[in-house]
T-cell receptor, first 113, second 112 residues
Framework: KAGVTQTPRYLIKTRGQQVTLSCSPI?????VSWYQQTPGQGLQFLFE???????NKGNFPGRFSGRQFSNSRSEMNVSTLELGDSALYLC????????????FGPGTRLTVT | QQQVKQSPQSLIVQKGGISIINCAYE??????FPWYQQFPGKGPALLIA?????SEKKEGRFTISFNKSAKQFSLHIMDSQPGDSATYFC???????????FGTGTRLQVFP
């Protein structure tokens, strides 16, 4: 079974631009969560989606948004990029909510210049 | 109260030795405690996990010890190998969400 896939793997953007990252969960998984990983702040939760509904949101500004489609694929968007948004963005999927086992993709490395 | 504190920040162990990483939490609502292993350039990989109704769980060379009263849990890697060199994260979550609260990570280096 294929793992979680994220596209693109690497991205370079300029301050003020916006970016959309994509995540395809493991086949059959309906729950998708997003995390931001930086050397300074570590791994921080962004959002959780289940059946196209955002179930939980982390402590990030409104510039960070996301959505989930009917096929469970998910996208996250960051508008008006800031230098501090440079990070590894990770997506994780699980089969249903509260199955506990979450599997991460390889991440998208975003660099904002 | 949402934090998970992890120590040490880095760990150097000789091949064949035991690696021990510790985590502590405050929120008693946490009911799931996984450990993730991350290699450079990769996403975290689920290693082993425990629920608070169990005091110990072992999978191969990896063991989680859980002390509910002390609100602490630890990862023991027996017979550590150079291939275990990676960053390890403990995490916790509550029953009403998939949201994981991660520790700050421990960089493990195993020397031959």
């Amino acid at each position: 079974k294929a793992g979680v896939t994220q596209t693109p793997r690497y991205l370079i953007k300029t301050r003020g631009q916006q970016v959309t990252l994509s995540c395809s969960p493991i086949s059959g998984h309906r729950s998708v969560s997003w995390y931001q990983q930086t050397p300074g702040q570590g791994l921080q939760f962004l959002f959780e989606y289940f059946s196209e509904t955002q179930r939980n949101k982390g402590n990030f500004p409104g510039r960070f948004s996301g959505r989930q489609f009917s096929n469970s694929r998910s996208e996250m968007n960051v508008s008006t990029l800031e230098l501090g948004d440079s990070a590894l963005y990770l997506c994780a999927s699980s089969s249903t909510r509260r199955t506990y086992e979450q599997y991460f993709g390889p991440g998208t490395r975003l660099t904002v210049t | 109260q949402q934090q998970v504190k992890q120590s040490p920040q880095s760990l150097i162990v000789q091949k064949g030795g035991i690696s021990i990483i510790n985590c502590a939490y405050e929120n008693t609502a946490f009911d799931y405690f996984p450990w993730y292993q991350q290699f450079p350039g990769k996403g975290p990989a689920l290693l082993i996990a425990i629920r608070p109704d169990v005091s110990e769980k072992k999978e191969g060379r990896f063991t989680i010890s859980f002390n509910k009263s002390a609100k602490q849990f630890s990862l023991h890697i027996m017979d550590s190998q150079p291939g275990d060199s990676a960053t390890y994260f403990c995490a916790a979550s509550m029953s009403n969400t998939d949201k994981l609260i991660f520790g700050t990570g421990t960089r493990l280096q195993v020397f031959p």
